[in-house]
């Protein structure tokens, strides 16, 4: 898994002065004694309090979360846990994203900007009481901290963690390489608008349907301007505090846009499924193993819809001396009846060559009553 972003990580990891060292289930990065923590306080992998709440049958789980009676001790837990002097965020943040993942039963968790990998910590600490689940922490600055901190924690949380000193730029573009679709991702990197906006919207583009994006620093103008301008293009995303109307725009800095006590972040939630509405959408370029590509199928949602779906298709192959590029169009009556919608290209789309890779990228736009929607992304054939 993630061959080469491993190789990518690995190199950058010994360019910072680490030697790896490897175990059959993981591999750890180490530097020499001096450069690491003479010793980092760590509590054992024990269970810790966590409230259970019903995400498939409530759209916006925080409120239940925060008046379970389970949720104080989970807040005392990681207030009081010595990971909590290495981090930039409160018990009731780390508390928060601990029952997430929990409720979740994340696979994936990734976090952007690891610091200290308190955090971290308290995240793979959830993992480890799901009993599965890997967490993918990023932090182009990290690579001479964030190791010489992860090896004094307890073998159990060391086997749900993989460091990458990357930049978010650089781990999202290898996480879609590989098909990676992580459940909750943690926005906590450059503050600033631009590059928190992106950040929002790479986890957006991979997450799963039905999962979290938590973003640290609302007090602060970027991430919150990032934000509330991401949620007002996407109205289908649920802001589990308030609705973007309900905040003031006319301070860079204010601690009074916060929804959650002692914290100082924004959680919003991802819709069901996907809408295709009458503004062109792509789910991003996708390997393909042929030359040709026939069409595509479509799974709906229950909400079925009639109008006409049009489908644009671009296919490149690249070779070791040429690049060629191929879009093809097709539209198609959708009447309502059927949760499978197929579009075919006629003539098939076709690739002439030998080439090294070939992508194909499906555009999907919508004309009907209201937005067609998917439970999955396209499927090609």
Not at 147 to 165: K, M, S
Not at 233 to 257: E, H, L, M, Q, T
Not at 291 to 308: D, I, K
Request: proline fraction near 7%; charge should be negative.
């Amino acid at each position: 898994m993630l061959r080469f972003l491993k190789s990518l990580v690995l190199r950058a990891i010994r360019s910072a002065g680490y030697e790896v060292t490897r175990s059959p289930d993981r591999q750890t990065a180490v530097q020499s004694p001096e450069a690491n923590p003479s010793r980092v306080e760590v509590l054992p992998a024990n269970d810790v309090p966590s409230a259970s709440v019903a995400l498939d049958q409530i759209a916006n789980p925080l409120p239940a979360i925060m008046q379970s009676p389970e949720y104080p001790a989970t807040v005392a837990f990681f207030a009081g846990n010595p990971a909590s002097l290495r981090s930039l965020v409160s018990g009731d943040t780390q508390a928060l994203l601990f029952t997430l993942i929990r409720n979740l039963q994340a696979k994936c968790v990734v976090e952007i900007g690891s610091f200290q990998c308190g955090t971290a910590e308290a995240m793979c600490r959830a993992l480890h009481s799901n009993g599965d689940g890997v967490l993918f922490t990023v932090d182009p600055f990290g690579a001479e901290r964030a190791p010489g901190i992860i090896r004094w924690w307890p073998d159990e949380l060391q086997a749900h963690v993989r460091f990458f000193p990357l930049s978010s730029a650089d781990f999202f573009m290898e996480m879609e390489r590989e098909g990676l679709h992580p459940d909750l991702v943690f926005v906590d990197g450059n503050h600033d608008y631009e590059f928190a906006l992106f950040d929002i919207q790479c986890a957006a583009r991979r997450l799963t349907r039905g999962g979290f994006i938590v973003i640290d620093n609302i007090s602060q103008s970027g991430p919150f301007l990032a934000a509330v301008d991401f949620l007002r293009a996407n109205p289908d995303w649920i802001d589990c505090g308030r609705s973007p109307g309900d905040y003031s725009v006319a301070k860079a800095f204010d601690k009074a846009r916060i929804s959650f006590h002692n914290t100082d972040m924004m959680v919003l939630r991802a819709p069901a499924t996907w809408a295709v509405n009458g503004r062109p959408m792509t789910f991003g370029e996708q390997p393909w193993r042929s030359n040709v590509v026939h069409g595509l199928h479509l799974a709906l949602a229950s909400e079925l819809r009639t109008g006409v779906l049009s489908v644009q298709c671009v296919v490149r192959g690249f070779g070791a001396t040429e690049h060629v590029e191929i879009a093809a169009e097709a539209d198609c009556e959708v009447d309502g009846q059927s949760p499978i919608v197929s579009a075919s290209f006629e003539p098939p789309i076709m690739l002439q060559g030998e080439f090294i890779r070939v992508g194909v990228e499906p555009w999907l736009l919508w004309r009907g009553d209201a937005p067609l929607r998917l439970i999955e992304p396209p499927s090609l054939h």
